[in-house]
């Protein structure tokens, strides 16, 4: 088959699937995308991000040692390795980005699984329609099209919680429409035998097959102990197996395999061969060991109805896929798991614990690509991950924030404080629809018109997190940024108020005027914040240019490369500029040859030629007499400032 006819035969499936409209409408938002990614700045995480992908990267080809090092805590590195690979292909094909503007690309692109998991969500509940119409509003929102382009963490975290639902739950869906058929097949039929009779089919195995399978799997068992358990006790016996062949006194023929390789052995010191198993132990115990295991399945696959055929059925390629992405989800955030909860919940509603035996697969996929994608876990598995779950149930800001026109020690802010601000940075018809949808899915309840257990899921999926807030100590900052993959479950509450309301119109003219009522502030919002529409707040509160003094703005000083573009056509050459806040978020922006120091409490006219100020310390007193020369500003709201320094 040529390549150009298997295009066209993909086209045509896709325009015949539920998906079409939604693929299409966001790959119309992705070119948009392309266009205006190098328009953003960075955010204060990106450069310690950047750092922690590029050595965890390292990780799998370098120093083992250096993995020891790896922090704790609730993020883990996947995201940061993957947009750090994604931003040296973009700058390949896009010359004129920087690396930053290809990692704000991948985030963007990561912003795209969240939609269409969401739409797949929405389908669930609502018509194919009012899930478009729900998903684009999605996209279209203000605050979370402007944090898809520079938000390092949340954003893929979102995306990959929701495809870890969406996917999760069309697996459930897989295993329970399999279970009904071989329920009706009767027990006689393969599906209804499963994976039975494994004792019969052990004795029946000659004594070569016997021996094979048991070898393979004492090995895989004691790679897979060795990680999670006896912690290096092949490392440290593989050590001194190369000492003893380096001194010509281990057993025949390791001497001689070992001066083979070696040939130079008594020229080098011993500790560089040392150094050389530790690391070929390190970057080889876990495909080796996942290796073997799968080399087994392969192998004695037929003899226990594991066949190529069984393990890529639509169920078991969603189970495993589904365990898959959970897996990678955890290694962006360690509270991850908790999708696999609702997954779970929802398997064993739909099966009962008869399903019991996916649910173990699907989690052990899930701890199996967590555990490879993030290196912090490999030297002592059990203890770091617990270590991670106490670090983020301590984690919190140890700052203070700024909400309602009050400051708040980070750890005493109001009950209000989330819910405010969902209410006050989403649109106003998104906040009716779904308001409508609330009541809509209360009224099918009450008439036992909706699956109650999908419902569970969805309100869980937003209400325990809240929940857990007043719990632990994890607390929100950055207005509620870190929350942003529980508003999803809001969207789909839309789409049932869509397809009602929507539903009811029967004049296309009517229908037109109503669906650009509902995009059309989102859209505002877009073109006047650009690119800063993660500052937006709604009507509610007076619209952005009445929000000075209610809640944070540009908290990520994102502002500092359109005001380093300025000073990098004002400023003489060698000038210095003494920045607010994080001065790599000015970095990258900045001439070589200009100097960036810390702008500190006092500032003299010797210390520097410019002053770069961003909110909130752009109204601060201290700097009120140095001239302002130039300044970026939104709705009457001033972000930041250039200020010449005399």
């Known amino acids: 088959m040529s390549i150009k006819r298997y295009c066209l035969l993909m086209l045509k499936a896709l325009r015949e699937s539920d998906y079409s409209r939604i693929v299409f409408a966001l790959m119309t938002i992705t070119i948009i995308g392309i266009v205006i990614t190098n328009d953003f700045g960075i955010s204060w995480d990106e450069p310690l991000n950047v750092t922690y992908g590029v050595e965890s990267l390292r990780a799998y080809y370098s120093e083992p040692a250096w993995q020891w090092t790896l922090p704790a805590g609730p993020t883990g590195p996947f995201s940061f390795m993957l947009t750090e690979i994604a931003a040296q292909v973009f700058r390949v094909f896009r010359p004129g980005w920087m690396l930053a503007d290809g990692r704000h690309f991948t985030y963007f692109l990561m912003f795209q699984i969240a939609a269409i998991s969401l739409y797949g969500l929405c389908l669930r509940f609502s018509n194919k329609r009012a899930a478009l119409l729900a998903t684009l509003l999605f996209v279209t929102q203000p605050l979370l099209f402007g944090h898809a382009f520079i938000n390092p ?94 001194q010509n006194t281990a057993t025949e023929p390791i001497n001689s395999i070992f001066r083979l390789i070696a040939d130079n052995a008594g020229q080098i010191d011993v500790t560089s061969y040392m150094w050389k198993a530790t690391r070929a132990y390190w970057f080889l115990r876990i495909p080796s060991s996942i290796g073997i295991l799968f080399s087994a399945i392969l192998i004695f696959g037929r003899k226990f109805r594991l066949t190529l055929l069984e393990i890529t059925s639509k169920k078991n390629s969603l189970l495993i896929f589904s365990g898959i992405i959970l897996g990678l989800a955890t290694s962006i955030r360690i509270v991850a798991p908790f999708a696999g909860l609702l997954v779970s919940i929802y398997f064993l509603a739909k099966r009962g614990f008869r399903g019991f035996k996916p649910l173990v697969f699907y989690w052990c996929f899930a701890a199996v690509i967590s555990f490879i994608t993030r290196p912090y876990f490999w030297q002592n598995p059990i203890e770091r991950v617990w270590n991670s779950l106490i670090s983020t149930s301590n984690f919190n800001s140890s700052g203070s924030v700024f909400f309602q026109g009050d400051t708040y020690p980070a750890t005493n802010l109001p009950f209000s404080y989330s819910p405010t601000l ?104 877009i073109v006047r914040l650009h690119p800063y529409e993660y500052i937006y707040y709604n009507s509610l509160v007076g619209g952005l240019s009445s929000t000075e003094g209610f809640g944070e703005l540009d908290y990520w000083c994102t502002s500092f490369r359109a005001a380093m573009d300025y000073i990098n056509e004002a400023a003489p050459e060698g000038s210095t500029i003494a920045v607010s806040r994080p001065i790599n978020n000015a970095k990258p922006f900045a001439r070589e040859d200009l100097k960036l120091i810390k702008l500190d409490k006092e500032l003299y006219a010797d210390a520097a030629d410019y002053a770069l100020i961003c909110t909130p310390s752009v109204s601060d007193d201290r700097f009120s007499h140095f001239e302002t020369e130039w300044e970026i500003s939104r709705d009457g709201i001033l972000l930041a400032v250039v200020k010449r320094v005399d």
Do not use: C
């Open 422 to 525: 969902i209410l006050r940075q989403f649109t106003e018809p998104l906040l009716f629809l779904i308001l409508l949808g609330i009541v809509i899915m209360v009224w099918k309840m009450l008439n036992d018109n909706v699956d109650r257990t999908l419902l569970t899921v969805v309100t869980g999926w937003f209400l325990v997190p809240i929940a857990m807030l007043r719990i632990t100590n994890v607390l929100p900052y950055n207005n509620f940024r870190q929350f942003l993959f529980i508003t999803v479950p809001l969207f789909i509450l839309a789409s049932v108020g869509i397809d009602y309301f929507v539903g009811k119109i029967r004049s296309t003219f009517l229908l037109s005027i109503i669906i650009v009522t509902i995009f059309l502030p989102g859209l505002i919002g």
């Open 153 to 246: 963490k949340d954003i893929p975290f979102m995306a990959f919680f929701s495809a870890s639902v969406a996917i999760g739950l069309a697996m459930v869906d897989a295993h329970a429409n399999s279970h009904e058929t071989a329920l009706r097949k009767g027990p006689g039929s393969e599906e209804h035998r499963g994976w039975t009779d494994i004792w019969q089919i052990w004795k029946r195995m000659n004594i070569k097959q016997k021996g094979l399978l048991f070898t393979m799997s004492v090995l895989s068992l004691l790679a897979i102990l060795d990680i999670l358990v006896l912690n290096r006790v092949i490392l440290r016996q593989l050590l001194s197996l190369v000492y003893s062949a380096y």
